[in-house]
C-alpha cells in the first residue's frame, strides 16, 4: 500500500477488508476536494504515523465552500476505525444518493422558474430565465461529483459481487 492512501488497520498490519479499500477511497476524495491528500509528511513511517494517530483535518477548513453534507461523508468514510466508517459500498451509494438530495434540495429554492407563455403576447419576446445564485452553479458541481461517485460505486459493487461469484 502507498502510505498516503493506507488506512490505519492496513498501517498496523490488522485485517483489512472492503472498509479499507472505503477509507482509501475517502482519502483520493478528500484530494478531489481539497487539493491535497489529508496528510503529508517527509518520510513514509511519518505518513503512517499520521494516518494512525492525527485527527482529520476538517476538509471544510481546507475548502470553506466545501457543502457541509460533502464533508460528512468524507468524515464518514475516513474514520480511524473501521466500524466506525461506512461499512460497504451499497452503504456508500446510499450515502452518496443522500448527499445528492439534500444538495439538490438546497440548489432548488434558487431557481426561479419562467413565466407561463401562455399569457405572453407571441409578439413578444421569451423573458430570459433569470441566473442561479452564484453558489447554486458551485453547488451544482458538487451534484455532478456526488453523480459520478455513485456511478463508480455501482460499478465497483457489480465487480465484488461478480468476482464472488468467480
Not at 488506512?7 to 482509501?24: I, K, N, Q, T
Not at 491535497?36 to 477548513?61: D, F, G, V
Not at 475548502?63 to 461523508?73: F, K, M, Y
Amino acid at each position: 500500500g502507498t502510505p498516503t492512501y493506507m488506512s490505519p488497520e492496513a498501517v498496523r498490519g490488522e485485517v483489512c477488508d472492503e472498509r479499507s479499500d472505503l477509507y482509501s477511497l475517502g482519502v483520493v476524495l478528500y484530494e478531489m476536494v481539497t487539493g491535497k491528500p489529508p496528510y503529508t509528511a517527509n518520510t513514509p513511517y511519518s505518513m503512517l504515523m499520521k494516518q494512525t494517530n492525527e485527527p482529520l483535518p476538517s476538509p471544510r477548513s481546507i475548502n470553506p465552500d466545501l457543502p457541509a453534507v460533502v464533508e460528512e461523508l468524507l468524515l464518514r468514510l475516513l474514520a480511524k476505525e473501521p466500524d466506525a466508517r461506512i461499512q460497504s459500498a451499497a452503504q456508500l451509494a446510499q450515502a452518496i444518493h443522500d448527499a445528492q438530495q439534500v444538495l439538490c434540495n438546497q440548489v432548488a429554492p434558487l431557481v426561479t422558474p419562467l413565466p407561463s407563455t401562455t399569457a405572453r403576447n407571441p409578439a413578444q419576446p421569451a423573458p430570459a430565465r433569470p441566473p442561479l445564485a452564484a453558489t447554486a452553479g458551485h453547488d451544482m458541481n458538487w451534484r455532478s461529483l456526488l453523480l459520478a461517485l455513485s456511478g463508480i460505486v455501482a460499478v465497483a459493487a457489480f465487480t465484488a459481487e461478480l468476482l464472488l461469484h468467480l
